[in-house]
């Protein structure tokens, strides 16, 4: 159960198609008198926002991708999840630190030790315990389907424009973060239609404890 506000966290390859879903979950949350914060990552606060645009476009050493992204989300830790939280919002944020062990540390390669450990230093709280998300919604999709969702639909981003071996290596890598934490993930098979993904999403957020059955 989680101590204060609640952490809900949208994961899942570029072309999951998870931003529909988190639309109509924040929907849901404010249906049942929850107020939203509406989040993202890399971004979030102005200075996240600045650093998600050079994580996006500009070329850099996969040290440098890792640290920037944990910059940014230290940023928005302090400066808008943490305060959320305490004010008992509901925080949905799409992407958290799943990401970066999925992109940086299996799609890169970058030393998953080294990402562990800066997860430790920029999750912390004040009071000692490791910030993660009360729920993590996985949109599983099979990298060739992705990639055929993507092509075409807008000028591709540094990670969009990545080959379909990236996406594979960063699907395995989501993989293994919900072997590592099953109870915290919710995996959603992303490649139904549109309405059995949402009932699927809103059947797992429906197990929690802390959902509220609002009378129809
Ligand atoms: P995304 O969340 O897909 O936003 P949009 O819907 O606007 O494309 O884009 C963020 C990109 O950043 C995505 O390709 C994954 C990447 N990313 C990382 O590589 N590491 C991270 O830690 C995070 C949060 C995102």
């Known amino acids: ?18 931003s529909t879903h988190i639309d109509a979950l924040a929907a849901a949350l404010r249906a049942q008198g929850r107020t939203v914060t509406l989040t993202r990552e890399p971004g979030g606060t102005p200075l996240a926002e600045k650093l998600r645009a050079l994580l996006l476009h500009d070329a850099m050493d996969p040290l440098c991708e890792a640290l920037l992204m944990f910059a940014a989300r230290r940023d928005h830790l302090q400066q808008v999840i943490e305060p959320a939280l305490a004010r008992g919002d509901a925080v949905l944020c799409d992407r958290f630190t799943d990401a970066t062990f999925a992109y940086q540390g299996h799609g890169r390669g970058f030393d998953l ?14 009071q000692g315990r490791l910030r993660q998300p009360d729920l993590t919604v996985w949109f599983d999709l099979a990298p060739e389907v992705a990639a055929r969702r993507l092509a075409g639909a807008r000028v591709p981003d540094k990670f969009e424009s990545q080959p379909v071996e990236f996406f594979r290596r960063v699907a395995a890598g989501y993989a293994q973060r919900l072997a590592d934490d099953p109870v915290r993930f919710a995996r959603i098979a992303a490649d139904q239609p549109l309405d059995a993904v949402r009932a699927d999403v809103m059947a797992a957020c429906g197990r929690q404890a802390w959902w509220r059955e609002v009378a129809a």
């Open 1 to 18: 159960m989680p101590t204060d506000g609640l952490f809900i966290s949208f994961e899942g390859i570029d072309g999951a198609g998870k």
């Open 113 to 126: 030790a080294t990402l562990t450990t800066l997860e430790r230093w920029v999750q912390t709280t004040p």
